[in-house]
């Protein structure tokens, strides 16, 4: 091949090539997303509030010797000691779940202790004591929601059970009448 045809062939080759950098430039767009995003800051704020001591009635002769309070942290409810006499006595108190935050929160987990009565396990199986909703007299359950800037009232009861009296001549101390809600997001 001569040198004629071989510049030839070569400036045909250099067109092609431009020619199909042309047409790919020409026929193809490039997409592109620019974007920014804001993660926000939440309020997480579920505590215990508007704590109140039920009247008693009737023949009722449950005391409060030391009354409940909601204690520093608002999560807590704490402090009470109560004098029960004989099968039917009681002590209530009614307070707020609170939800102040910014998220709907559910009930995770409701731990009801076991009571140790000291010496006289007898004494603890004679003791009921519970959390119930005012309103609708239901005990809280796992997957209850609470939702954002709500609240709802619940009722602590701590009973003597009915027709079951003890017989034993010494007061008997109970401890660990303990109950505890975990709230997570829901």
């Known amino acids: 091949m001569n040198n004629r045809s071989k510049n030839t062939l070569l400036v045909v ?12 430039a020409a026929l193809s767009t490039t997409l592109s997303i620019k974007s920014s995003a804001k993660i926000s800051a939440t309020k997480w704020d579920i505590h215990f509030a508007n704590l109140e001591l039920v009247e008693n009635s009737g023949s009722n ?3 409060v010797i ?7 942290n608002t999560t807590q409810i704490g402090n009470l000691i109560v004098d029960l006499k004989k099968p039917g006595d009681f002590v209530s108190y009614k307070f707020d779940i609170v ?5 709907n929160a559910k009930l995770n987990s409701i731990v009801l202790a076991t009571p140790t009565c000291g010496g006289n396990t007898a004494a603890c199986s004679k003791l009921e004591y ?3 909703y005012t309103t609708s007299g239901t005990t809280p359950a796992i997957g209850n929601t609470l939702n954002k800037n709500s609240s709802i009232n619940a009722t602590l009861t701590i009973k003597y059970k009915d027709n079951d009296p003890l017989n034993t001549q010494n007061d008997v101390s109970v401890s660990g009448i303990n109950v505890t809600f975990l709230y997570g997001q829901n």
């Open 130 to 132: 519970n959390v119930k």
């Open 61 to 63: 002769t449950g005391t």
């Open 13 to 24: 080759l250099i067109i092609a090539v431009v020619s199909m950098t042309v047409v790919y």
């Open 66 to 72: 030391r009354p409940a309070q909601i204690l520093d």
């Open 99 to 103: 939800n102040n935050g910014d998220i």
